[in-house]
Structures are given as structure tokens and as C-alpha cells.
């Protein structure tokens, strides 16, 4: 595998490529716009907008200046910045969050399905039974071997673990077709047990309950002079909100007014000539305005007051119909974000979802998860971010759609096919369904051994009878599994 490599500022100025192993700390690297992040530092020089999304999962870009602090795996979009190293390779939050991944993954790697469970005492079990009713009948018989021998064959026979290799199969099998037929395709053994244990969930913002990019909401409060002024200045940015400006204007046919001087300062906005005016379209405190509590950008013309154009995300197809129904079932329903307040707790509100979290990094989603767990709760996670791979692996189950990074998919249970998110309430009441199911196969095979096992040590079924009657609890459980098929 390549080794990323930095540039790293000498003494006398000059910069020289290295790789990011030959970092210590307090080395200087030059950062370019469009690269990614090495290490992690503080800024020294220069300002920028940064994309945090693979370590918060966020989409909207973050000021960075000196004295900022960044972290290995961002992406530098805008302007050159020189960051003095804290740490580098193995010691970057981006490692941390690798290492994260796989202790938590080691840990859930240990549970054991009731197949599992159920094998390892009723397979030896089966064995000692037929040779103890060989031996006795032996005596019994005064040393009849062939009456012996059969008689120990049909309790082998009848006793054959047919009935509960099939309690668990048969049930998954039924519940996997069901799931998939709803959009969600089972990638563990034992994600189905797993689900219906579930208490807690904990799902991600933006990608997951939103569709991560934002909308322009309040297009109405402005005139149209106003809007193709910011949409001739938008036009100038690649910036998330810049762009939400210029997909809004333009579904009107609305023209942009003739600008000149056109000129993206990093790190705060667009700003431009018009009719003889300054016009600046960018972040409150670089236009001297007092910011609102939400996701907004803000235009203001020559002297006159800054106005707002502020945006939500829009919530997933599905999203409140999971909450809602993931509710009524009993369970705990948590938000935790890497976002910022306002914006989670408007989502958190528009979903009635009490509970939630904002500004949380890969480290603080494990450290709510594991939180959870101490306290005896089961946890579904459901994220779509590398910053939410740690937590799909430390949570007891855990979910990603389709439209997540391969790397979360890889760690998750369970995988969303579709664009909805209403399927998993759904699955959680399907999943429990199916463990009753489990249950009551076992139950069926408990009671049918409990009566013709009796029946085979005394000696009144012969191979013949005994295969019989293994064929028909085999019949019977598998029969209870398809129940499952006709569940609404």
C-alpha cells in the first residue's frame, strides 16, 4: 500500500515531499487546496474552508484559521495552510478511529446464535444417550446384541437433531426472504437474533435520517433583485450553500444581475462589484452581521443591513415513520451528530426524537453506544458515514443504506436497499416475530423428544418407526417457520 506523503517546511523555508511516517511532532507541513489532511495539527498560516465529512459525516464546510485545530483525513478546500504537527501515522484520530473499528468488532464477534448454543449440548448429548441405551440393553438382554443394537440405532434415529438443526434455519431463511422482499439484505447469521433484542436505537443525521444537502427554505422572503444578485455571486462558489442558492434561483428561470471584480475569499465567501457597490455573499462575521441560529449564508449590499438566506436538509424518505413506529414498539430512540446544535436539534424536533447529541466525533459515538450498554440496553445503530463505521461495530446490531461508503457497508449487519428508512420498524417487529418462532420450534422439539425418546430406551419403535416420527417433527417445525411468511 502507498504511503501518503506531506510537504514539510525546513527551517530556511524550502519545502521537501516525505512521507507521513518521517513527520514528528512540531514539523510544519504545507497543506495545498484540495488536498487531504496528513496529520493532525494546529494552523498556523493561512485560512480555509475544510470538509470534515469523513471524520463528522457532515457536508457543510468549516472555517479554518490559525490557532484551528485540523485532523488527518480532512480535506482542504479553498486556501494554502501551514499546520505544525501533534501528531502523525499510527497516533492520528483517523488511526484511533481504525483501531475503534476492530475492538469493537472483536467484541460483537462473540456472541453466540441459540443454534450454536443449543448444538453444543444436545449433539453429545444424542451420542450418550444411544450408547448408554446400547450398553444397558445389553445387560437387559443378557449380552443380546442385535436387540441391544437396535434399539440404541432407533434412539440415534429418533433423537436426531433434524428437528433442531431446523428450528433456526428455517426461521432465518423465512425472515431473511421477507426482509429482502422490504428492502434490507441480511449480512450476519445472527443479525435477526440480534435485532429482535434490540432496546435502543441510535441513528445518524445527515445521510442517514436527512438526505445531507441543504435547501434553500425561505427563497420567498426575498425579491427578485436580491436573488439574482446572490445568484450571480453564488455562481461564483462550489460552496454547499452557494450552490443550494444557485439550484433554488434557477428552477425559477430567475437571471443573475451583471457583476464584475468577482473574487472567493477562503474561508468566508464570494465578494464582487455591482452598479458602483460592494456586494458580499458569504459568513455573518465576515459581513459584520449578527448570525442566526441555524445554517444560513448572507448578503449584503453597499450599507445596507445583511440579509439571511437560510436552508435546511431535508429528512429522508421514511424517516418519521421509523421513529414513529420504532416508538411504538417501546424502544428508545437517540439522534447522535457530528453537526452542529441548531442544526441537530432541528431535525431531533421535526422527529420527535427527544434524546440527541450534537458536535460528536468517531470516539463519542462509541463512547454513547458503549454508555447504553453498560446500562443494559441492546443498541441498533443506523449510520452511513466513515466516522459512524466505529459505532456500527461497538453497537449490538447495526444498519447502513445502500447509499453509505463500502467501508460502512463491510462493518454493518444490515444493509438498506431502498432510499426509505420506513422498512426498519418493520424489521425490528419481524425479527422479534421470528425469535418466538425460534423459540417455540425448540419447545416443539424439546416436547416431541421428551415423549419418544421414553418410547425408543423402552424398546417400542423400531428403526422404521423411529425415522418416522423424526420426519414428522422435522414437517413441524419448518410448517411453524412459514408462519412467518403470511405475518403482516
Given at each position: 500500500m502507498e504511503v501518503p506523503r506531506a510537504h514539510r517546511i525546513g527551517a530556511d523555508g524550502a519545502e521537501e515531499v516525505v512521507s507521513v511516517t518521517a513527520l514528528a511532532v512540531g514539523d510544519l507541513v504545507r497543506v495545498v487546496p484540495g488536498a487531504r489532511v496528513p496529520v493532525d495539527g494546529m494552523v498556523e498560516e493561512g485560512e480555509s474552508e475544510i470538509d470534515r465529512s469523513l471524520l463528522t459525516g457532515e457536508s457543510l464546510p468549516v472555517f479554518a484559521g490559525p490557532g484551528g485545530m485540523l485532523n488527518a483525513g480532512e480535506v482542504n478546500l479553498t486556501g494554502p495552510l501551514t499546520v505544525r504537527v501533534s501528531a502523525a501515522g499510527k497516533d492520528t484520530s483517523l488511526h484511533r478511529m481504525a483501531d475503534l473499528v476492530a475492538m469493537a468488532e472483536t467484541s460483537r464477534n462473540k456472541y453466540t446464535s441459540l443454534a450454536d448454543k443449543a448444538a453444543k449440548?444436545?449433539?453429545?448429548?444424542?451420542?450418550?444417550?444411544?450408547?448408554?441405551?446400547?450398553?444397558?440393553?445389553?445387560?437387559?438382554?443378557?449380552?443380546?446384541?442385535?436387540?441391544?443394537?437396535?434399539?440404541?440405532?432407533?434412539?440415534?434415529?429418533?433423537?436426531?437433531?433434524?428437528?433442531?438443526?431446523?428450528?433456526?434455519?428455517?426461521?432465518?431463511?423465512?425472515?431473511?426472504?421477507?426482509?429482502?422482499?422490504?428492502?434490507?439484505?441480511?449480512?450476519?447469521?445472527?443479525?435477526?437474533?440480534?435485532?429482535?433484542?434490540v432496546t435502543h436505537v441510535v441513528f445518524d443525521k445527515t445521510g442517514t435520517l436527512t438526505e445531507g444537502k441543504p435547501v434553500l427554505d425561505n427563497m420567498g422572503d426575498h425579491g427578485d433583485a436580491d436573488l439574482a444578485l446572490a445568484l450571480a455571486l453564488a455562481q461564483g462558489s462550489s460552496h454547499p450553500l452557494a450552490q443550494a442558492i444557485v439550484a433554488a434561483a434557477s428552477e425559477t428561470g430567475l437571471r443573475p444581475s451583471v457583476i464584475s471584480d468577482v473574487k472567493e475569499t477562503p474561508g468566508h465567501g464570494v465578494e464582487a462589484v455591482w452598479e458602483g457597490q460592494e456586494v458580499r455573499l458569504g459568513r455573518a462575521e465576515w459581513l459584520g452581521a449578527r448570525g442566526l441560529d441555524r445554517t444560513a449564508t448572507y448578503l449584503k449590499i453597499g450599507k445596507r443591513p445583511a440579509i439571511a438566506f437560510t436552508f435546511t436538509d431535508n429528512l429522508r424518505d421514511g424517516a418519521a415513520e421509523a421513529v414513529a413506529t420504532l416508538k411504538r414498539q417501546g424502544m428508545k430512540v437517540t439522534l447522535i451528530s457530528g453537526d452542529a446544535p441548531a442544526a441537530v436539534q432541528d431535525v431531533a424536533f421535526r422527529l420527535g426524537i427527544e434524546d440527541y447529541r450534537a458536535g460528536m466525533l468517531p470516539e463519542g459515538k462509541v463512547a454513547a453506544i458503549e454508555a447504553l450498554s453498560q446500562q443494559g440496553a441492546r443498541v441498533l445503530m443506523v449510520g452511513d458515514g466513515l466516522n459512524?463505521?466505529?459505532?456500527?461495530?461497538?453497537?449490538?446490531?447495526?444498519?447502513?443504506?445502500?447509499?453509505?461508503?463500502?467501508?460502512?457497508?463491510?462493518?454493518?449487519?444490515?444493509?438498506?436497499?431502498?432510499?426509505?428508512?420506513?422498512p426498519i420498524g418493520g424489521a425490528v417487529a419481524l425479527s422479534r416475530s421470528a425469535t418466538r418462532r425460534i423459540k417455540q420450534n425448540f419447545a416443539i422439539a424439546a416436547g416431541y423428544n421428551a415423549i419418544a425418546i421414553p418410547i425408543a430406551l423402552v424398546g417400542l419403535a423400531t428403526p422404521l418407526a423411529a425415522a418416522l416420527a423424526m420426519s414428522f417433527s422435522s414437517i413441524t417445525v419448518s410448517l411453524n417457520a412459514l408462519r412467518l411468511k403470511g405475518l403482516k
Amino acid at each position: 500500500m502507498e504511503v501518503p506523503r506531506a510537504h514539510r517546511i525546513g527551517a530556511d523555508g524550502a519545502e521537501e515531499v516525505v512521507s507521513v511516517t518521517a513527520l514528528a511532532v512540531g514539523d510544519l507541513v504545507r497543506v495545498v487546496p484540495g488536498a487531504r489532511v496528513p496529520v493532525d495539527g494546529m494552523v498556523e498560516e493561512g485560512e480555509s474552508e475544510i470538509d470534515r465529512s469523513l471524520l463528522t459525516g457532515e457536508s457543510l464546510p468549516v472555517f479554518a484559521g490559525p490557532g484551528g485545530m485540523l485532523n488527518a483525513g480532512e480535506v482542504n478546500l479553498t486556501g494554502p495552510l501551514t499546520v505544525r504537527v501533534s501528531a502523525a501515522g499510527k497516533d492520528t484520530s483517523l488511526h484511533r478511529m481504525a483501531d475503534l473499528v476492530a475492538m469493537a468488532e472483536t467484541s460483537r464477534n462473540k456472541y453466540t446464535s441459540l443454534a450454536d448454543k443449543a448444538a453444543k449440548i444436545y449433539a453429545p448429548a444424542v451420542h450418550l444417550l444411544a450408547l448408554g441405551a446400547f450398553l444397558s440393553w445389553m445387560v437387559i438382554s443378557g449380552w443380546d446384541v442385535r436387540l441391544s443394537l437396535n434399539i440404541a440405532v432407533a434412539v440415534l434415529i429418533i433423537t436426531c437433531p433434524c428437528a433442531l438443526g431446523l428450528a433456526v434455519p428455517a426461521v432465518t431463511t423465512a425472515a431473511s426472504g421477507r426482509l429482502f422482499r422490504q428492502g434490507m439484505l441480511l449480512k450476519s447469521s445472527t443479525a435477526t437474533e440480534r435485532l429482535a433484542q434490540v432496546t435502543h436505537v441510535v441513528f445518524d443525521k445527515t445521510g442517514t435520517l436527512t438526505e445531507g444537502k441543504p435547501v434553500l427554505d425561505n427563497m420567498g422572503d426575498h425579491g427578485d433583485a436580491d436573488l439574482a444578485l446572490a445568484l450571480a455571486l453564488a455562481q461564483g462558489s462550489s460552496h454547499p450553500l452557494a450552490q443550494a442558492i444557485v439550484a433554488a434561483a434557477s428552477e425559477t428561470g430567475l437571471r443573475p444581475s451583471v457583476i464584475s471584480d468577482v473574487k472567493e475569499t477562503p474561508g468566508h465567501g464570494v465578494e464582487a462589484v455591482w452598479e458602483g457597490q460592494e456586494v458580499r455573499l458569504g459568513r455573518a462575521e465576515w459581513l459584520g452581521a449578527r448570525g442566526l441560529d441555524r445554517t444560513a449564508t448572507y448578503l449584503k449590499i453597499g450599507k445596507r443591513p445583511a440579509i439571511a438566506f437560510t436552508f435546511t436538509d431535508n429528512l429522508r424518505d421514511g424517516a418519521a415513520e421509523a421513529v414513529a413506529t420504532l416508538k411504538r414498539q417501546g424502544m428508545k430512540v437517540t439522534l447522535i451528530s457530528g453537526d452542529a446544535p441548531a442544526a441537530v436539534q432541528d431535525v431531533a424536533f421535526r422527529l420527535g426524537i427527544e434524546d440527541y447529541r450534537a458536535g460528536m466525533l468517531p470516539e463519542g459515538k462509541v463512547a454513547a453506544i458503549e454508555a447504553l450498554s453498560q446500562q443494559g440496553a441492546r443498541v441498533l445503530m443506523v449510520g452511513d458515514g466513515l466516522n459512524d463505521t466505529a459505532a456500527l461495530a461497538a453497537a449490538h446490531v447495526s444498519i447502513s443504506p445502500a447509499t453509505a461508503l463500502e467501508a460502512t457497508r463491510v462493518v454493518s449487519d444490515i444493509v438498506l436497499l431502498g432510499r426509505s428508512l420506513e422498512p426498519i420498524g418493520g424489521a425490528v417487529a419481524l425479527s422479534r416475530s421470528a425469535t418466538r418462532r425460534i423459540k417455540q420450534n425448540f419447545a416443539i422439539a424439546a416436547g416431541y423428544n421428551a415423549i419418544a425418546i421414553p418410547i425408543a430406551l423402552v424398546g417400542l419403535a423400531t428403526p422404521l418407526a423411529a425415522a418416522l416420527a423424526m420426519s414428522f417433527s422435522s414437517i413441524t417445525v419448518s410448517l411453524n417457520a412459514l408462519r412467518l411468511k403470511g405475518l403482516k
